[in-house]
């Protein structure tokens, strides 16, 4: 089996981001970002996802966490597309439903080739300590944009934020999982246009 890995990275005048990324792995993570909340949610993500993950993200946090959230989408996305390939024998399509105590998050995903988010959470806080809650919607679209997957979350219900948010990541990383996994009775890639 051809090993679906990528590495690549993001320089701009706000971020410096590097990302490796192993579809097959085994949830090994090195995760070292300025962003405290994200780092926490993209160490879930990678093992709830059994992905090997090595991220540093490092920007402009004077300003904000925007850039530096924004630009770790953008480059994961990218990352997670090129390690898919051609996206032959894939199941394309994961869902993944993840309680984190009182929160339940929904997600679903087909690795479709056609980037969409649909997004439906309401939080009770705007902030996780001094993480911004807009930035969750601002990383799942770029990530969804970058990879080309269509992907659709919802939180259920919940009281705490941050388990909210938590169980979005976890749904997220399994989801995924799911959708990449290989399936032999799936000869080049699943649709009937014979195309993604």
């Known amino acids: 089996m051809t090993t679906r890995t990528a590495e690549l990275t993001r320089e701009t005048q706000e971020t410096k981001i590097a990302v490796k990324l192993n579809i097959d792995g085994t949830g090994k993570r090195d995760i070292q970002t300025d962003v405290p909340f994200m780092t926490h949610m993209l160490d879930l993500w990678a093992k ?14 004077e300003i904000d966490d925007h850039h530096t959230t924004e630009d770790m989408g953008i480059t994961l996305g990218q990352a997670f ?3 898919l390939g051609d996206k032959a024998g894939i199941k394309r399509y994961g869902h993944a439903l993840v309680p984190m105590d ?25 902030t996780v ?19 080309r997957i269509t ?6 219900y919940g009281k705490n934020t941050h388990h ?33």
């Open 102 to 126: 009182e929160a339940l998050a929904e997600v679903i995903v087909d690795l479709s080739n056609r980037p969409h988010l649909e997004y439906r959470a309401e939080y009770p806080t705007d």
């Open 81 to 83: 597309n090129k390690a």
């Open 129 to 147: 300590g001094n993480f911004s809650v807009e930035l969750v919607e601002e990383f799942l679209w770029k990530f969804a944009l970058e990879a």
């Open 48 to 61: 709830h996802g059994s992905f090997d993950l090595e991220i540093k993200g490092f920007g402009d946090i």
């Open 151 to 156: 992907l659709h979350v919802r939180i259920h």
């Open 164 to 196: 909210m948010v938590e169980g979005i990541f976890k749904a997220l990383g399994r989801a995924l999982d799911d959708a990449t996994q290989l399936d032999s009775r799936v000869q080049g890639v699943l649709s009937t246009k014979g195309a993604l």
